[in-house]
């Protein structure tokens, strides 16, 4: 879609465009050709009704899509509280990473849906891309100030990103929790060898937010897998 109101670009060029491989749908373009391209998004501007919001604070859900128009380059978002940059997300030269570990590969040309939950109290976040948790567990320290901005560049090199549908939204805390979504297991073995069945899987809340939780299987029972292709 068009750029967000609470966007300003700060260095190089970056501006709406249509997505090359749909003419009907506009993206945020990112492109670094000799300079480098740094966007500043004030996340208090998206849904506070206040006419001085402070930022946010509490459970997030970060969201958005990216796709490298090239393997080489690095596009990063780096979430931010006053001066201090809290976590970093980058696509760097065909590897997504975060802050310093890498998490997985990326092609050049398709679309990836990113996810950032954090709770800004506890220093506590995971990262998805695809539905698929990439980071459990992951921590930082959240000081004491309110999450305010995110940093989005385009550097280490010349290339193009695109990025739509970014939005940063509190979770509401008065909900009780309940699982709504409960990820698929896949398992192989062996034609009739009894399958070794997962121990735990990734549950979806209504919250947002995802965890890991023991699973007891019922029975697999001997004729399931006495036969090729079950």
Not at 69 to 81: D, E, I, P, V, Y
Not at 140 to 145: F, L, R, V
């Amino acid at each position: 879609g068009a750029v967000p109101s609470y966007f300003s670009l700060t260095s190089g060029d970056a501006s709406v465009q249509k997505d090359p491989a749909n003419s009907e749908e506009q993206v945020f373009m990112l492109k670094r050709a000799g300079t480098d391209v740094q966007v500043r998004a004030t996340l208090s501007g998206q849904d506070f009704p206040d006419a001085t919001p402070t930022g946010y604070n509490g459970l997030l859900r970060i969201t958005f899509r990216l796709k490298a128009a090239q393997n080489s380059g690095r596009f990063g978002m780096r979430l931010c509280s006053g001066d201090s940059g809290l976590i970093g997300l980058y696509f760097d030269n065909g590897a997504l990473k975060c802050n310093d570990q890498d998490l997985a590969d990326y092609n050049a040309g398709a679309w990836y849906d990113m996810e950032i939950l954090l709770d800004h109290k506890t220093g506590g976040y995971a990262v998805y891309m695809d539905g698929g948790c990439l980071v459990y567990q992951g921590s930082y320290d959240p000081g004491d100030a309110a999450l305010d901005f995110a940093l989005i560049s385009a550097d280490g090199g010349d290339g193009v990103f695109y990025l739509d549908d970014f939005q940063v939204k509190n979770i509401h805390t008065d909900l009780v929790p309940a699982i709504t979504q409960i990820d698929n297991a896949y398992v192989t073995t062996a034609w009739g060898n009894a399958p070794a069945l997962p121990e735990t899987v990734f549950a979806g809340y209504n919250t947002g937010e995802k965890e890991s939780r023991n699973v007891a299987w019922e029975a697999v029972e001997p004729e399931q897998y006495a036969k090729r292709g079950v």
